[in-house]
């Protein structure tokens, strides 16, 4: 991997992450190609960026609520000739000013969290504005993990960062705003809430086992097996016993580790042919006829500090990848109505045994 590091007009940083060049090829999924120049300036007459974003608890739920007004102006579905992430051509120019690249990050123009707040990302997995990350190689697959890793290092090193997820949200239903390939990653100045619970849970369940609730998981939907949906040597993907989402598939090194930085070489071979795998069950499991699944596909990582406060070590934690959508059948959507959303009390309407069964049979003939 070759990582080149600039800055765009407005001083937000830019990171180009590029495979081997010897491998060119042509296509939306190149691990590598005849590389373009890097050292291209942005030649936009941007201003400064002006964000207004704070931090907000609130007192009953005891949860942190980002407050950012200045996202209202952020870019909305743009023709394709206008997509703000695909390569600068003559002159047309957006915020990569190459005229080409495999994988590149930049500091988001219009960040939910922002200076001692956290940090937002945009992860550009391809400059194909039509493919998706379904599309893209295995060579390619590992560059973006290779991306994800890098940043997630160099954020957890910042001052006041606490916990780093990288994600990504695919399709309108889930409320994308541009059709390119691409993702996020935010570095955020507190536990989120999510982790908050789940460390909660990991606490009772060693008080009352004395065992780790990552690993006693894990090794129970293994023997159990009715709910795995992909194994690997290194990896085992399964929908959760008591899955919220209609389709929602928890991916777990079959090692446990905090974070993307502490995997293992062997594991992260074997990671982009597991999760091009199951994104490529996510498209086929509603038939051929439906268009692209949306989903929602993220990170889970340990926070990086607080421990001692928790009376546990960051190693307990198992770094996983959670994927789900809110299509729930055939041309319907699962809509989060008055439990789910005023009560946290989800309705499940597809039974996580078939879910596991129709995700096993969309397999790859």
């Known amino acids: 991997m070759k990582k080149t590091v ?11 992450y590029d495979g081997d060049p010897a491998g060119a090829a ?11 120049p890097r050292d291209a300036a942005d030649r936009r007459p941007l201003g400064a960026v002006a964000t207004a974003s704070e931090i907000r608890r609130d007192p009953f739920l ?3 609520v980002v407050i950012a007004s200045h996202r209202q102006g952020r870019t909305y579905h743009p023709p394709a000739d206008a997509c703000p992430l695909c390569p600068s051509r003559e002159d047309r120019l957006t915020e990569i ?16 969290l922002t200076g001692d707040a956290g940090r937002c ?14 599309d893209l190689t295995e060579e390619r697959a590992r560059l973006v993990l290779d991306a994800w890793t890098d940043r997630t290092a160099e954020l957890s090193r910042r001052p ?15 409320g994308v705003t541009l059709g390119h ?19 909660r849970s990991l606490a009772a369940h060693r008080e009352r086992t004395g065992g780790n609730l990552f690993d006693d998981t ?12 992909v194994e690997g040597d290194h990896w085992t993907a399964f929908v959760p016993y008591a899955a919220h989402w209609p389709y929602e598939v928890h991916l777990y090194p079959n090692r446990r580790v905090p974070d993307l930085p502490a995997l293992g070489e062997q594991a992260r071979a074997e990671f982009p042919r597991i999760y091009l795998d199951l994104l490529r069950r996510f498209d086929r499991v509603f038939g051929p006829d439906e268009p692209p699944t949306p989903y929602i596909s993220g990170w889970h990582q340990a926070p990086l500090r607080g421990w001692e406060e928790r009376s546990a070590q960051r190693e307990d934690f198992a770094l996983h990848l959670e994927l789900f959508t809110i299509r729930r059948t055939s041309g319907k959507l699962k809509f989060l109505a008055g439990s789910e959303s005023g009560m946290r009390v989800f309705i499940n309407d597809v039974p996580p045994e078939t879910a596991a069964a129709r995700l096993r049979e969309a397999a790859d003939e």
């Open 160 to 174: 006041g960062v606490e916990q780093v997820y990288c994600f990504e949200n695919r399709g309108r239903e889930i």
């Open 26 to 36: 042509t296509g939306p999924a190149t691990a590598g190609r005849a590389r373009a």
């Open 6 to 16: 600039t800055t765009l007009a407005d001083g937000r940083e830019l990171i180009y």
């Open 218 to 229: 894990v090794a129970d939907e293994r023997k159990d097996g009715s709910r795995v949906v």
């Open 97 to 112: 000013p190459a005229a080409d690249y495999d994988v590149a990050v930049f500091e988001n123009r219009f960040p939910s």
């Open 62 to 64: 005891g949860d942190s």
């Open 121 to 134: 990302e945009v992860v550009c997995f391809t400059a194909d504005h039509d493919a998706s990350f379904a």
């Open 181 to 199: 390939p691409h993702g996020q990653i935010y570095a955020y100045p507190f536990t989120t809430p999510h982790t908050e619970r789940v460390l």
